[in-house]
T-cell receptor, first 117, second 114 residues
Framework: DAGVIQSPRHEVTEMGQEVTLRCKPI?????LFWYRQTMMRGLELLIY????????DSGMPEDRFSAKMPNASFSTLKIQPSEPRDSAVYFC???????????????FGEGSWLTVV | AQTVTQSQPEMSVQEAETVTLSCTYD???????LFWYKQPPSRQMILVIR??????QNATENRFSVNFQKAAKSFSLKISDSQLGDAAMYFC???????????FGTGTRLQVTL
């Protein structure tokens, strides 16, 4: 089975440019998460969706960040305009809600390494 | 708020030996999940093992096992017969359940030596 698929794997961009990160969750999963990992802050949740609806976006750092999930198989995280402090690894992850013995495990994509110069 | 604490920033183990990574957490919930994720230099987050809080039996996955002490809010990971490929950052994580968000510890970097 295909896992969570993210693109691009690596991106280097200049400050002020728009960056779009893409994610395809595991088929059948109804939760999608965007995490960011930095040396200073570790792994932090930015936003998550349930059935394509944003549930908690309290981790989105500021208005420059936006996320969408137009359908069950695709999500984007956009940064506009980008700044050097946005440099990080961005992970997309997905899971499905189920009974206690199954589901409820979050599976991660390989991450998108973003460098803003 | 839930917190996850990993008090060992770095650990080292010889190949074929056993190592235990520590994790404690704080929660007022009775129903939750605990996880260990492995992050090799490639930065991919790989699920190692998970434990449901309502289960008394400790989870095992091949060479990986946990010691889950619910009353003490402790969740340690034991790696047996360590291999060079086990070298990575290991993150302990907590979830309140029903696919809710993960809270991560700060990680333990494991080195495996010959």
């Amino acid at each position: 089975d295909a896992g969570v698929i993210q693109s691009p794997r690596h991106e280097v961009t200049e400050m002020g440019q728009e960056v779009t990160l893409r994610c395809k969750p595991i088929s059948g999963h109804d939760y999608l998460f965007w995490y960011r990992q930095t040396m200073m802050r570790g792994l932090e949740l930015l936003i998550y969706f349930n059935n394509n609806v944003p549930i908690d976006d309290s981790g989105m750092p500021e208005d420059r960040f936006s996320a969408k999930m137009p359908n069950a198989s695709f999500s984007t995280l956009k940064i506009q305009p980008s700044e050097p402090r946005d440099s990080a690894v961005y992970f997309c992850a997905s899971s499905f809600q189920a009974g206690k013995d199954v589901g409820n495990t979050i599976y991660f994509g390989e991450g998108s390494w973003l460098t803003v110069v | 708020a839930q917190t996850v604490t990993q008090s060992q920033p770095e650990m080292s183990v010889q190949e074929a030996e056993t190592v235990t990574l520590s994790c404690t957490y704080d929660t007022s919930e009775s129903d939750y999940y605990l996880f260990w994720y492995k992050q090799p230099p490639s930065r991919q987050m790989i699920l190692v093992i998970r434990q449901e809080a309502y289960k008394q039996q400790n989870a095992t996955e091949n060479r990986f096992s946990v010691n889950f002490q619910k009353a003490a809010k402790s969740f340690s990971l034991k790696i047996s017969d360590s291999q060079l490929g086990d070298a990575a950052m290991y993150f302990c994580a907590y979830s309140r359940g029903t696919a809710s968000k993960l809270t991560f510890g700060t990680g333990t970097r494991l080195q495996v030596t010959l």
